[in-house]
């Protein structure tokens, strides 16, 4: 009878023991456990600047490039951008490091638009360079600067017609 029991126990014991392992197995199998590594220690040239990961002893660069980006702060660090190196990388655009990427285009209108009876200035930035645009006045034909998107524009309006019937100073009265 004691054998028996012995013999029952080591079954439980067998069975619970496979239990713990086959939940073992699959809790880690599912558990995530985030990358494997950034930016900074994966052995590559994320943003193209011609530099991998943060420098360190055993650290080495598998694609060519060459160990030691001043984007890296440590291995760690996941984003190997190094905003000021004046190289537009990837990652980086004019909105978020204009010291490499350059001033990103925009358009201003003083008079808020293609409005013919009000003299206004287009300015702004376009290709990285400022500008500023007056509407002017060529006999009665007015060149009229608006705004479409981040760029300007001009169009040249007839001013004699509808209720008006010249051009004077930039805008059709």
Known sequence: MKKKYMEKKNIIAVVVIII?????ITLSNSVYLGPSSSQCSD???NDGDGFCDYKSKRAKC?????????????????????CGDLICGSGETCSTCTIDCGQCDSCSDSDGGFALNVKGTVSGISGGTSYSNTDTCDG???LEWYCGG???????????????????DGACV
């Open 43 to 45: 052995q590559r040239d």
């Open 150 to 168: 981040n760029k300007a524009y001009s169009s040249p309006w007839n001013c004699v017609g509808n209720t008006t019937t010249n051009c004077v």
């Open 140 to 142: 009665v034909v007015l």
């Open 62 to 82: 598998v694609d060519g490039s060459t160990l030691g980006d001043s984007g890296c702060s440590s291995r760690s660090d996941n984003n190997e951008n190094n």
């Open 20 to 24: 713990v392992i086959i939940l073992a």
